[in-house]
């Protein structure tokens, strides 16, 4: 069984930083693509930044040159850095990992959600 396990949210001020991690356990045999998403109230779920086993990345337009997406491949860990938070990233932060378990297709597992509040 996998479980992806979040960590790093928080309160923060405007203009603060945080680093989420997200990391997948279990009986696991490749992980693809590791992604963030992030949902606010009222809004639909929307694509943060994603990164392929190849090491390209995607960043939303919205967190362009203030997020950094990294991978540790050994430790089956995502990061997020996010720098210069703005009130408009508050949201409840999501890992998406698209792997194959031992036995069954590969397919994309969710976290469990951390929420990130930024103060004005």
């Known amino acids: 069984q996998v479980q992806l396990v979040e960590s790093g949210g928080g309160l923060v001020q405007a203009g603060g930083s945080l680093r989420l991690s997200c990391a997948a356990s279990g009986s696991i045999v490749s992980i693809n693509a590791m992604a963030w998403y992030r949902q606010a109230p009222g809004k639909q779920r929307e694509l943060v930044a994603r990164i392929r086993s190849s090491g390209s990345t995607y960043y939303a337009d919205s967190v362009k040159g203030r997020s950094t997406i990294s991978r540790d491949n050994a430790k089956n860990t995502v990061y997020l850095q996010m720098n210069n938070l703005k009130p408009d990233d508050t949201a409840v932060y999501y890992c998406?990992?698209?792997?194959?378990?031992?036995?069954?297709?590969?397919?994309?597992?969710w976290g469990q959600g951390t929420q990130v509040t930024v103060s004005s």
């Open positions: 998406n990992i698209r792997l194959r378990p031992w036995g069954t297709p590969e397919r994309d597992y």
